[in-house]
């Protein structure tokens, strides 16, 4: 009965590590942010940071009309 509780406690010790390895790994999204307005990259780490708990950056990006876009990269 011993030897089945303590290989109990290893299987339940692995599967937990697994779990958190998974969570630790989450997907990374991303999403254009402000479309209309001229991409400040002050404001576009803020916005991004504020509205998705992410990191943003401005860049120039032929899908979104105008000059440089902020795009939020933050965990899905």
Known sequence: MAKLCSYFLVLMIVFSVC???ER?????CQ?????EQNCIS???MQDCSGLYNGV???LDDPKVPGP???RC???C
């Open 24 to 28: 630790a790994e989450g997907k990374l």
């Open 68 to 70: 440089l876009n902020c």
């Open 56 to 58: 943003g950056h401005c």
């Open 73 to 75: 990269k933050y965990n």
């Open 31 to 35: 999403i254009t942010i402000n479309k």
């Open 19 to 21: 779990l958190m390895v």
């Open 42 to 44: 002050f404001f576009c």
